[in-house]
């Protein structure tokens, strides 16, 4: 409990009345608004193949409204703001969620398909807190180094292709050709890399960071500043910027390799030597949800084995019903495998860092991650 008032603290956020559990599921009220990751609700616009929205709407006669975010942290801000019903939060959301009673608890109850949840997921940390359950599990997967093959003929063995600068194996210099993601979460990827190139800091954990080990990223992350061609947190921006803008290598997301190679570009992923960050997202129902009928109908659909293999298929994600991994045609009986349902354990799940961390007693807390950061993002 002490680590969720500290993230209250943290978070700065005023705490609101949690309503009770419902007895049971009436009438859908006509719609749901839903905060979500690029990708992640499709109803056919960009490919009429991916559409997980139509039938749903039919169904239950409930329109789904969806605004998309691309950071963590601009998820709890809209979530802060209100008129939402629900959002697809990840790991390094979801706590500052539950402890600023932004969500309120799921009755698994009225969801029939929680049973089917995958058991490494159905009472993960990032959504179960004292033993109830503020969401429903979605997707998971890593965060990739998404690369140009016309440049690196082999994956890259190590991060250090956009942490530090060297010639890449087409003679040229990274300065200018690679991008970084500008969430603050983003810290942990450097303390990641420098727990395999300096073991010497004592890293266990990059989301646990005492101020050597935090000044030692941050140096990092400032030297990398310098060749940076974008920092990116637009995932359609990002893909463009590997078209037509000279970018070569950075971290990604599976859905902009997909996207990329759906339209032939030269571009392929890999997860490095040292490892990856990674994000399980949690769908999670808004404190004052104005269509808790219709969010709780949602809640369910996304459980279904098809919803959750057209999504993984789409995004290039893991999903969190493992009977998916044989219900899509769209990602094949082979989809799973291929995008990574083995890694589970090699990755780094976000996470909210918090000022009293597990690994080493006192580390940086997250609001200063954030400022940090944004330090950084200015070249300072």
Same mark, same amino acid.
């Given at each position: ?51 997980w ?30 008129? !939402? $019903?629900?959002v697809?939060?990840?790991? &390094? %959301?979801? /706590?500052? +969620?539950?402890?600023? *009673?932004?969500?309120?608890? @799921? ?13 490494r ?13 503020y ?45 970084? !993601? $500008? ?5 942990? &990827? %450097?303390? /990641?890399? +420098?727990?395999?190139? *300096?073991?010497?800091?004592? @890293? ?44 070569v ?5 599976p ?31 808004? %404190? ?7 969010a ?7 459980l ?7 999504v ?7 999903p ?15 989809g ?45």
């Amino acid at each position: 409990m002490s680590k969720l008032k500290l993230i209250v603290m943290l978070a700065g956020v005023a705490a609101l009345a949690v309503p009770a559990l419902a007895k049971d599921l009436g009438k859908g009220e006509g719609e749901v608004d839903i905060v979500a990751w690029p990708g992640y609700i499709e109803r056919g616009d960009t490919d009429k193949n991916y559409d997980w929205v139509t039938d749903f709407e039919k169904k239950t006669s409930c329109k789904v409204n969806v605004k998309t975010a691309s950071t963590s942290d601009e998820m709890v801000a809209l979530m802060n703001e209100g008129g !939402y $019903d629900l959002v697809t939060a990840s790991g &390094d %959301a979801s /706590l500052r +969620l539950v402890a600023g *009673k932004r969500v309120q608890e @799921i009755d698994t109850a009225l969801i029939p398909s929680w049973k089917t949840v995958d058991e490494r997921l159905q009472n993960a940390p990032w959504h179960t807190v004292g033993g109830k359950h503020y969401g429903v599990p979605y997707q998971w997967g890593p965060n990739v180094l998404m690369y140009n093959t016309d440049v690196f003929k082999e994956a890259p063995k190590s991060w250090s292709v956009v942490f530090e600068e060297q010639k890449l194996p087409d003679g040229k210099s990274n300065k200018g050709r690679v991008q970084a !993601y $500008d969430g603050a979460i983003y810290i942990a &990827d %450097a303390a /990641l890399y +420098l727990m395999s190139k *300096k073991p010497e800091l004592g @890293i266990k954990d990059p989301y646990e960071l005492n101020e050597d080990q935090y000044k030692a990223a941050l140096e990092l992350l400032r030297q990398q500043h310098a060749l940076i061609q974008r920092y990116w947190h637009d995932a359609n921006v990002q893909v463009d910027d590997f078209k037509n803008e000279g970018v070569v290598a950075s971290g990604s997301w599976p859905f902009q390799v997909n996207l990329l190679q759906s339209d032939k570009k030269p571009v392929a992923s890999t997860i490095p030597q040292e490892g990856a960050t990674g994000w399980a997202d949690t769908t999670m129902m808004a %404190a004052d949800a104005a269509h808790p009928n219709c969010a709780y109908m949602w809640l369910e659909h996304s459980l279904e084995p098809q919803v959750q293999g057209d999504v993984a298929a789409w995004f290039g994600s893991l999903p969190s019903v493992p009977a998916a991994c044989k219900a899509s045609k769209l990602l094949t009986d082979t989809g799973c495998q291929t995008n990574g349902y083995d890694n589970f354990s090699k990755i780094r799940f976000w996470k909210t860092p918090i000022a009293k961390c597990t690994t080493q007693g006192t580390c940086v807390p997250y609001y200063r991650w954030v400022t940090d950061y944004i330090a950084v993002l200015g070249g300072r």
